[in-house]
């Protein structure tokens, strides 16, 4: 239901009720208006939003009217057989569930779709019904005696049928779980109806006895002082025939309310007395359903109903002062607080159902449920109901279904915009000072010293160390971490072959592996962001290639040369963590790195299509003829055919002989059909389970165990089914031994060789600028999109401590002669998606909501620690098949593009308007706009793609990255700043500067024209209209010209100035 700022002016008045049917006056008040200052007629004239506003503004200084979570159950009054009793038909958490009408079944949580005309009637009935707050009742009894004569009193029931509007409201309560342990078997139906007939003459002798004239009450029909048993004379007998009052009497059906069976809700809670058989009438609640209620909730009772004996429709509202629990009033052993009766005469009951409907769906909205909790009077409630009315959306009737039912929304609004009045800036906040503040928070912004932002990282970090490993304690972790560790093994030993290629075997495999071990301890122990997954990059491996070549060609030790590089990089890049030079990050804006996240994306999809496209022309499928044949044993009887018919791996198990040339190999032809299987397979298998959260099988537990452990999941699947195949396909090779790959070289490089002059050191530095360049511009953009605010983490940046942690382990790595490890975009997204939280839903209809991610450091201290004793676990890993792997490749590319901006909006280049999805940038910039923008990044995607595909190009794509943000900087010429804002981020040192030339010629402009057209001044009335929210009396004067001007000259102003006097408005 949408919210309207300006309220409604409604089809009655609000008329003041007489105080005859209202609550007492609360004794602290001294009996005085508890509003003060405010009147009844100044209520009248009030908003309606503005009068809950003042309600809910009230300080509550005691226990009694502290709002409460409320359940709602709505009972209606009907015939079962021989019995008439109140039937359960809804219930409402905070979405509304229907009883199904032939399915004895609830229906899905749905939201309530009510008529506006109910809502008119609720409201006709509490203006002229009895409304009782604060009642003082400890049971059921004591309560309908209570209604009765408050209604008696207040002349709208007549004292003859007094009592049986008591008896209707004293009937049993049946709810729906009840039916579910009715007795099937017909057998045992036919007993039950033998004891009901036995019971029934029981009933009719022993009322004879006591000359009753009604049913039997269990307690007295005068209740004493509340909270009292009563003490009638009675009660004995009627104990002794408690247990016979909830069958049916077996009188002929024409009768009515004398069937009725009495309600053990009109029993207190402990009974002396009643002995086994009140006990056994003990109300059994819906256990099952109460881990659905939240804590401390408590009960809203509905009860509506028809019967012969009434004329004119009776309501009562009632509000206990303390809540109490009411026998079987509630499915759940809740206490209730709130009850609602409405009885009218016959032929009403389907108006009465959608009445009640509506007070349910009242009770469970946030803001009337307050109302009725604070309520000091009739009016309170009304004004209640009246902003409910103006915060409604209405359906026009002939455009939608009534019987649809509308699934609950994936996110609720928040509904604090209706509990408090609107609070205007005592002042503009300067964009650029909260900018800088927010900066400041993140670690961005330059402290003036050297290591200050270091310092300040470590500061912020500190506190929430030990939390860092307490937050690991869930199951959610050890599934990322399994998942990571094959995620992060498979790249490390990929990366180990090409580097091997690309360094003549100075650093492979192995190498890989140690460094993994290293850097990954290192960062995960002490970095300031442990969510980021270090790995190797493309870039670094080109980077090395050609350091190589040069070595090579100038006769030079590679290894010792490359020390040289890495000590020069670790220095420029403590140099740089001492000049808060990480604070340039903020220049990195959502075009950049949706721009690297992308293409790196991309990279991780092309490159496991690619492995498998080389499988594919490693092992055809059209291969020649396989010369390679099973034969006989020597003296077998069986001839050729025979054995001809066994394959190579089964034909020694028959004692055949092969023969063949081919038979050394085993037949390759559908090992690349077998790859595209377990690939594909790997890849669905990781996608479905992934989702399998949000399935509607299983409980909810199961789901997240499931959907946690999806890749580990579709791994070991199809392994296995590799295995159970026996098709020769790749598997992954991992080195057995603990030893550098290159004999000639230790695990210790010397930092001079006679090969190399003693100037190559310092020459060094050169190569090293470009590393740094390359270092930098990958860990903190991969930094920038782990810490963006969508994912909503709580512990604070460390981009200072970042780079220093990495460039101490690029000195070990260099020391040790292992290869740069650095973050890797796509591990660090998909390590931050498998340990995102969500809401844990309780009510039946509400949907999880996105809690953060659990910040924490074990998984990245466990993947790396797992994948240094890789080298122990050779034999199993080397079951696990090459394809399965690229799988997870894939899986990961495509998972990384989910939440992109960029890419939905690629995605919406190819769909026709109607088909576009409501996502909010399109509606607030044109659509052609978005096209533009998408365009100019979707080029600087593909140049950067370019750049990347050729070795010759490759080494200046770290300097491709400082051009994006150049390119996105000259963006601030081609679009305004609403869009920028919008589609992007604002960059620093701009929204100040373009704010204060807008605003220098709009004071120009507001100057000419207030001298040309001195009118303007008196016109504020008739030219502006009132903005939401905006009270008159902060513009003055010159605010009016100001206004004027803004109507009169929107048409010619261009978007920028717009805003620029808009802003001018509000100061």
């Keep these: 239901m949408a919210e309207k700022n300006e309220y409604i002016e ?181 007993l039950a109806d033998m004891r009901n007939h036995s019971s029934s003459k029981i009933e009719e002798h022993s009322a004879s006895i006591l000359g009753a004239t009604t049913p039997i009450s269990l307690t007295a029909s005068e209740p004493g002082p509340p909270g009292s048993n009563g003490n009638s004379s009675l009660s004995t007998a009627a104990g002794a025939m408690g247990r016979f009052l909830t069958v049916p009497s077996g009188k002929p059906s024409n009768r009515t309310l004398e069937d009725m069976v009495k309600s053990p809700s009109n029993q207190s809670m402990a009974r002396p007395g009643s002995g086994t058989e009140l006990s056994e009438q003990q109300h059994k609640g819906n256990t099952h359903f109460m881990r659905k209620i939240p804590p401390g909730a408590e009960a809203s009772n509905i009860l509506v109903g028809e019967v012969d004996f009434l004329e004119r429709t009776l309501s009562c509202f009632i509000r206990l002062s303390q809540a109490v629990v009411l026998g079987d009033l509630t499915e759940v052993p809740v206490p209730t607080r709130f009850v609602f009766i409405l009885l009218g005469p016959p032929g009403s009951q389907s108006n009465f159902h959608e009445i009640g409907r509506a007070m349910a769906t009242l009770m469970s909205d946030e803001i009337f449920h307050e109302v009725a909790y604070r309520a000091r009077k009739r009016d309170h409630l009304l004004s209640g109901v009246d902003e409910f009315l ?243 044993p020597i003296g077998s009887n069986a001839s050729v055919i025979d054995y001809a018919k066994y394959n190579w791996d089964s034909c020694e198990s028959y004692n055949g002989t092969l023969v063949g040339g081919d038979c050394g190999k085993p037949p390759t032809e559908n090992v690349f059909l077998m790859s595209v299987v377990l690939c594909a397979g790997t890849f669905l298998i990781s996608t479905v389970l992934k989702e399998f959260k949000n399935a509607l099988f299983f409980p909810s537990i199961v789901r997240q165990y499931i959907s946690d452990f999806s890749v580990l999941i579709a791994i070991f699947a199809m392994s296995f089914f590799d295995y159970s195949l026996g098709v020769p396909t790749q598997k992954l090779e991992v080195p057995n031994e603990l030893k550098p790959t290159l004999s000639t070289r230790g695990w210790l490089i010397p930092p001079f060789a006679e090969k190399n002059p003693w100037w190559s050191a310092i020459i060094a530095v050169f190569p090293a600028l470009l590393g740094t360049i390359l270092i930098f511009m990958d860990q903190q953009i991969t930094a920038v999109i782990v810490n963006r605010k969508e994912n909503k983490l709580k512990k604070g940046c460390g981009y200072h401590l970042d780079l220093f942690i990495l460039s101490i382990l690029i000195a070990i790595c260099s020391m040790m002669g292992l290869p740069w490890f650095v973050a890797a975009t796509v591990l660090s997204i998909n390590h931050v998606n498998s340990l995102k939280l969500e809401s844990e839903c309780s009510a039946p209809g509400e949907k999880p909501q996105f809690l953060g991610v659990r910040e924490q450091r074990v998984t990245h201290i466990l993947i790396f620690l797992t994948i240094g004793v890789s080298v122990l676990l050779t034999p199993l890993l080397g079951n696990i098949p090459m394809p399965v792997l690229f799988g997870v490749f894939l899986y990961m590319g495509v998972a990384s593009l989910k939440g992109l901006q960029f890419f939905d909006r690629i995605l919406i280049m190819f769909m026709p308007a109607k088909y576009q999805p409501d996502y909010m940038f399109l509606r607030q910039v044109p659509i052609k706009r978005v096209h533009l923008f998408t365009m100019i990044q979707l080029a600087c995607l593909i140049i950067l793609w370019l750049i990347k595909s050729f070795s010759q190009t490759s080494i200046l794509f770290p300097l491709m990255l400082v051009v994006m943000i150049g390119i996105r900087k000259a963006l601030d010429l081609v679009f305004t700043r609403r869009e920028l804002k919008i589609l992007d981020d604002i960059m620093p040192e701009m929204t100040k500067r373009a704010a204060a030339d807008d605003l220098h010629k709009l004071d120009a402009e507001v100057g000419l024209l207030a001298r040309i057209f001195p009118w303007g001044k008196g016109s504020r009335g008739r030219v502006v209209t009132k903005p939401p929210g905006l009270d008159d009396g902060i513009v003055g004067s010159g605010g009016a010209v100001g206004a004027g001007l803004i109507t009169c000259t929107t048409s010619n102003a261009n978007e920028k100035e717009f805003e620029a006097q808009s802003s001018l408005l509000k100061k």
């Design 390 to 632: 103006d915060a409604v959306t209405v359906l026009p009737p002939g455009e939608w279904d009534p019987t649809i039912r509308i699934e609950p929304p994936a996110a609720i609004p928040s509904q604090e915009i209706r509990k408090r009045p609107p609070e205007l800036p005592k002042e503009e906040v300067d964009e650029e000072e909260e900018e800088a503040r927010l900066r400041e928070e993140n670690g961005l912004s330059r402290t003036g010293r050297l290591f200050g932002g270091l310092i300040n990282d470590i500061k912020r970090k500190a506190p929430w160390y030990i939390s860092d490993y307490k937050d690991a304690l869930s199951m959610q972790c050890v599934a990322s971490w399994i998942f990571l560790y094959f995620a992060c093994l498979s790249p490390i030993i990929t990366f180990g072959g090409l580097l091997a290629e690309a360094t003549g075997k100075h650093m492979a495999a192995m190498e890989s592996l140690v460094s993994g071990f290293v850097c990954g301890m290192g960062y995960g122990f002490f970095s300031g962001q442990p969510l980021t997954i270090l790995g190797s990059t493309g870039p670094v491996l080109v980077f090395e290639s050609i350091i190589y070549e040069f070595c090579l060609k100038m006769g030079w030790e590679y290894m010792t040369f490359r020390f040289w590089i890495g000590m020069w990089v670790a220095g420029i890049c403590i140099v740089l963590t001492a000049i808060d030079a990480s604070a340039l990050v903020c220049y990195i804006t959502r075009f950049t790195e949706e721009n690297f996240a992308t293409l790196i994306a991309f990279i991780f999809i092309y490159k496991a299509i690619e492995n498998v496209m080389v499988i594919g022309k490693n092992f055809p499928v059209n291969q020649g003829i396989y010369d390679c044949v099973c034969t006989p």
């Design 10 to 190: 409604l089809p009655w008045t609000m008329n003041s009720s007489s105080g005859d049917d209202e609550a007492p006056k609360d004794p602290r008040t001294g009996g005085e208006d508890f509003t003060q200052q405010f009147t009844e007629n100044d209520f009248e004239v009030t908003p309606p939003a503005q009068r809950v506003q003042f309600i809910l503004g009230e300080d509550v200084d005691d226990g009694t009217h502290v709002s409460h979570p409320l359940f709602s159950e709505m009972g209606m009054l009907v015939k079962e057989g021989d019995e008439i009793e109140w039937k359960e038909t809804a219930r409402w958490i905070k979405f509304e569930e229907d009883v199904e009408e032939g399915g004895n079944r609830w229906s899905k949580p749905h939201v309530a779709t009510l008529s506006l005309h109910s809502l008119f009637e609720l409201r006709r009935l509490l203006v002229n019904g009895s409304v009782m707050l604060d009642m003082e009742a400890q049971n059921l009894e004591v309560m309908a005696d209570l209604v009765c004569d408050h209604m008696v009193s207040a002349g709208t029931l007549p004292p003859g049928v007094k009592d049986k509007v008591k008896d209707a409201l004293l009937r049993r309560h049946r709810h729906q779980h009840e039916y579910a342990k009715k007795t099937r078997l017909p057998i045992i139906r036919s």
